[in-house]
């Protein structure tokens, strides 16, 4: 019997997948050169005959990112599956016909386009962002805007109607717009996702790859075409690409200078400019990296318990004396408040550490010079002055030795003594039942790693070991 139809083919196939947590295409099959040949016969039955045979040996690269990934994906596309399915049982039921008299609408759900971008403006300002689209092969210094338009990075003139606007503590999803369809090519390698971003008040920075996740920074100087140009500074403005999810990218934009707050209550943080014109607040949340806004890094911060009816800290958090990279420095602060007859009542300790972050020490800005400004890079943390943590599978009553301070600590629990004054060598105790019996601990000071036994005897002369250390 002929065939009526018939081909023969030589091809190399290949298979490749996206790496999610490196941002990067992996092969998961390596290149396999094959022959392929087919027919189709019409009678006595219609039916396609394929055929393929290879001398070479098929290679297949299984990680555990791959299965990972496969997993992630099955179980997605089951859930919309079968949530449509319930949905279309539902409607038969609801409206009591077949699903053929249905309108197409209450069959299919179509799927949200997926938008694997996402900018968040942190800066304390309002910035402008343009994707663009560069390419090794291309020129340098050329790339694609959000319009398809090919334009040079250089080129001081963009259209207005280009740029996205991100007000402050905004998030904003985008894409990247291609020309051409590059279903068939090495998109990765061949395109080079770029942002380019302005910040209110500065000079546009230099292009940002969001390819890959890492944490990267800019240095700018101020706009001198706007009017506040006089009274700011060259900043350091950081862009940090994160894993959203499990395949969108957050490009957070933010000032260099982080509080982290480490105390059992929220903080708030009172920032006063130099000449004390002007002043405002921002609210510390436990345990949450808050930048300061940009055009306030240079201002005085003071920071109390919002919670607390207390005063600002006696002493502001000072971070310009820290000036090599990975360099700390440590201290103490005090907020207390009065009874109006200049009567302390109440004292709130909290201990600060400053670090400057791995940034360079000199800056040498656009016009060649350097910067006389030590520019902020800095973590600043404000912890408590002493933590005690129970872990032991009892609970155990605390005590500094003449104070006030005393309680109860269950297994697993921890408490900080906002009230402890480090400095007269505090000692300290534990004990589980009455009269007290524990060797008590004395805490000398500027100890790093400090960590000794501490034996604690119960009513029945049980003992029960312990191991304070210090982390400060």
Known sequence: MEPNIEGKAIFQMTGEYYNRSLSGWEPFLETWRCFAEWKQFKEPEEKMSFQISTNEVLNVNLTSTLLEQYHLTKGSWT???????????????????????LPSSKLLRRRLPFIPYTIRNDTGCD???????????????????????????????????????VTTGESKPFYFHRREKLRHKKTHGMHINQLLVTVAGWQRLSPITVDKVGVYFRYTEPDKKTPTANTLHPACIVIEVKQDGSARKL???????????????????????????????????????????????YYTLKARPAEWPVEYCDRPLHWRQVNKAGEASDGIRECKSNDGGGNVQQILVFCVSVRRELYPEVVTLEDGSTSTHCLPGHTITLVPPLTITNLLPLEMHYYLKKTDISGNLKPGKSAALHGADLAPRPTAGCQRGEPPQCKELTIPPSTTKYRVKLRVYDDKKLTAGAHPQDQY
């Not at 859930?79 to 319930?86: A, Q, S, T, V």
Request: contains cysteine; neutral net charge; glycine residues 2%.
């Open 79 to 101: 859930e919309d599956y079968l949530k449509d399915n319930r949905d279309s049982l539902k409607s038969q039921v609801k409206y009591s016909v077949s699903p053929s008299s």
């Open 127 to 165: 910035l402008w962002y343009i994707t663009a689209i560069s390419s090794p092969s291309n020129e340098p210094k050329e790339g694609m805007n959000d319009t398809g338009n090919v334009q040079s990075y250089d080129n001081a003139y963009i259209q207005a109607s280009d740029w996205k606007r």
């Open 251 to 297: 490009i957070v934009v933010r000032s260099s200078l982080v509080v982290v707050n480490q105390l059992d209550c929220p903080l708030q943080v009172r920032m006063t400019s130099t000449d004390e014109t002007g002043s405002s607040t921002m609210t510390l949340q436990r345990n949450v990296p808050t930048p300061v806004p940009l055009p306030k890094v």
